[in-house]
């Protein structure tokens, strides 16, 4: 266990300053605005693919011109009247809960600005205000490469007839009462860190309530923003119980929480189990924090003082145990050597 010195020693080995200004070439990336443009492409890779070019574990890459660090500042949520109504009677309901197990974070620092939101469209993207049908999350991998869960990719539509749009460290507090229309014409093409569609996906469908260990999708972006953020390493551990002895962080956007529209983080994490997924996956289980729109969103731990991604949120899951009163709920992340084959694709491929 580590005391309050320890972690306190650990962060600070993990707080990096930043060592230089943005080059000019990288702001003036990040002030044009990423054009609406639909997918191009999108593939379910099959067996004869996986491994192919399959990613040796590696660390992320993070600017000069950003700080590092593993404890950002952080808000509580605010809390709408009703929750507090019921925290004060005693009769929370469950989906309540997520605003009280995680903070909010609006941070520019690495690596929390490789996270970002994932808006889903159905149509040319023309009007993506009106055309928006989903939201999750996802990260940056690298220069133009973003991982996200397999269920946000709406497989079954035609190249050109939906979209995805990634917004790097995003964070929007609406006025109470506003429609998804009416924040999106107010925030969209003035995101401060930038934004990007998506051109191609590659990747696994899977249902968020229906976990089997390969939900998991990688994209290419239009736009090589992560020039400008840096990206995430990636990391699969060769045994299972490697991956209960350590530390780990995760971020997101659900839904329950203003829209969507403020990253929460859970900033200490444990795995408490580690299953078999399909197609080399592993079903990382943590104790359960994630809801809707936090799908997409990365588990990280640091390896050599650099965030590395070990899983993507797929959803929640249920499961039979003698111990906890017949069933125990976990959040769950995809990981192992799919992750690994993913990655090693869109970078043998995209970048």
């Known amino acids: 266990m580590i005391g309050k010195t320890g972690s306190a020693r650990i962060e600070a080995a993990l707080a990096l300053p930043a060592a230089e200004a943005m080059p000019e070439r990288i702001a003036k990336l990040l002030a044009r605005p990423g054009k ?8 379910r890779l099959d067996a004869k693919t996986l491994g192919r070019n399959r990613a040796k574990p590696a660390a992320g890459m993070r ?28 009769s929370l309901p469950p989906e309540m809960t997520t605003k009280l197990l995680t903070v909010a974070i609006n941070s520019h620092d690495y690596p929390w600005r490789t996270i970002g939101k994932v808006i889903i469209g159905h149509g040319d993207a023309s009007d993506p ?15 133009n490469l973003m991982l996200t869960a397999g269920h946000a990719v709406p497989w079954g539509r035609k190249p050109g007839d939906w979209w995805m749009r990634f917004i790097p460290a995003f964070y929007f507090e609406a006025a109470p009462g506003t429609n998804f229309q009416e924040q999106c014409y107010a925030f969209h093409g003035n995101e401060p860190l930038g934004a990007s569609y998506v051109e191609s996906c590659h990747g696994f469908a899977g249902e ?12 290419k972006l239009y736009d090589p923003i992560g020039n400008a953020h840096g990206w995430m390493g990636w990391h699969a551990f060769g045994n299972h119980g490697t991956y209960k002895k350590r530390l780990y962080q995760s971020a997101g956007y659900p ?5 969507g529209n403020i990253m ?43 965030p590395r991604v070990v899983g993507i949120c797929e959803g929640t899951e249920t499961e039979f145990s003698m111990w906890d009163w017949f069933t125990k709920d976990h959040s ?20």
């Not at 968020?208 to 994209?219: F, K, N």
Request: charged fraction near 15%.
């Open 208 to 219: 968020p309530d229906d976990v089997e260990g390969d939900d998991l999708a990688i994209c």
């Open 332 to 351: 769950v992340f995809v990981g192992g050597p799919l992750l690994l084959d993913l990655v090693g694709y869109g970078w043998a491929n995209w970048t």
């Open 36 to 43: 609406p443009a639909p997918v191009k492409t999108a593939g």
């Open 129 to 143: 205000c009106n055309q928006a049908v989903g939201l999750g999350s996802g990260v940056l991998v690298g220069p």
């Open 264 to 306: 929460s983080a859970e900033l200490i994490v444990t795995i408490d189990d580690v299953d078999g997924g399909g197609h080399g996956g592993l079903e990382l289980e943590t104790a359960p924090f994630t809801s809707g729109g936090w799908s997409g969103g990365p588990l990280f731990t640091y390896i050599e003082g650099g």
């Open 255 to 259: 839904a329950a929480i203003n829209g």
């Open 63 to 90: 600017p000069a011109w950003v700080a590092q660090t593993s404890r950002p500042a952080t808000m509580a949520h605010v809390l709408p009247s009703a929750l507090k109504r019921a925290l004060a009677t005693g």
